[in-house]
């Protein structure tokens, strides 16, 4: 018998709804909640409001979008094994950051943080390149050309980022290595308002995705007989999914295997119709990347570790799983 499908959700918003009060230093509710306290004086009430809620706020954020991105891409490619990574667009988005980080560039911006400018634009490089290699020939977007140009563009940021870290000083690559195994520590809510309207333009393109892309893991000549606008689902399925993990990026780093162990743990649940697996991963994705969050900040307490870490203690293994289990199928 299936999940109901309202379970999924509702124990996603508990999480997200609790997680702020779990930490490695306890606070005062009625403290926290009192107004009348000036905020100033008041450390109950910023270790709750401007450590804890954006850091939640960003974990979710970025969980959904990684783990959509997943499903999306996972249909698009026709691969179980593609990742929101997959296309390059994390390696170019961390090529970005880095560049800043080393270099020293400074934009001043109140509305988007530097690292996170840059990172977003590197992603946006990385989509770009992408796209112009893999562009439609006929009324196609080559599939295998967008799988091969990632995973080459991959490569080629990522060696590009070894020599620039190779180039930094101390202070530099150790900043730099903190941010490439990814870290919720937003420390306030201005990163999040500044891709919060990129995300909920991804997550509206995701909405409208589904029938489409149900038909299209079929084949693109399957889904072209059934009435399916084939270049127009492609493009929108891979511009959208590039644009969430770009942003997910300039939030939070390069997280990592989301976007592979909340798909198939979704349809292991609910089936592969896409009009389910969608809405579900967002907030499967969204409470998975919650709890690994409050797992860094207090197993070691107080010494905070990498959420990235977390995440593919979790992902590695369940990588080598799915591996093993389709070449049994």
Request: proline share 5%; aromatic share 10%; glycine share 8%.
């Amino acid at each position: 018998m299936k999940t109901p499908r309202v379970v999924f959700h509702l124990a996603a918003f508990a999480i997200c709804v609790l997680a702020p009060f779990v930490g490695s230093t306890s606070i005062n509710l009625y403290s926290a909640f009192n107004f009348e306290i000036p905020f100033s004086d008041n450390i109950d009430a910023q270790i709750l409001f401007i450590a804890r809620i954006p850091r939640v706020i960003a974990g979710a954020l970025v969980g959904a979008a990684l783990a959509t991105s997943g499903v999306v891409l996972q249909a698009l490619l026709r691969n179980p094994l593609a990742t929101p990574f997959t296309l390059g667009v994390s390696a170019g988005g961390s090529l970005g950051a880095i560049l800043v980080i080393v270099l020293g560039f400074s934009v001043s911006s109140p509305f988007v943080p530097t690292v996170a400018l840059a990172s977003f634009i590197g992603s946006l490089t990385a989509v770009s390149i992408v796209y112009y290699l893999a562009r439609f020939r006929g009324n196609r977007l080559s599939t295998n050309v967008l799988l091969l140009a990632g995973v080459t563009l991959n490569s080629l940021f990522s060696a590009t980022i070894m020599f620039v870290q190779y180039m930094a000083d101390y202070t530099q690559s150790f900043y730099s290595i903190r941010w490439l195994m990814g870290n919720l520590d937003v420390s306030g809510y201005t990163p999040i308002i500044s891709a919060l309207p990129l995300l909920l333009v991804a997550f509206a393109v995701f909405c409208y995705l589904p029938r489409a892309l149900n038909v299209l893991t079929l084949g693109a000549d399957s889904a072209s007989a059934r009435g399916v606008n084939v270049l127009a689902t492609q493009r929108l399925a891979f511009f959208s999914a590039s644009l969430a993990t770009g942003a997910a990026v300039a939030i939070g780093g390069p997280i990592g295997f989301i976007g592979i162990i909340i798909p198939h743990a979704v349809r292991m649940f609910v089936g592969a119709d896409h009009r389910v697996v969608l809405p579900i991963s967002a907030s499967l994705g969204a409470a998975f990347l919650v709890i690994c969050d409050i797992g860094a900040r207090t197993i070691l307490s107080p010494v905070e570790l990498p959420v990235g870490v977390i995440t593919a203690m979790f992902g590695g293994p369940f990588f080598l799983w799915i591996l093993v289990r389709n070449q049994q199928n």
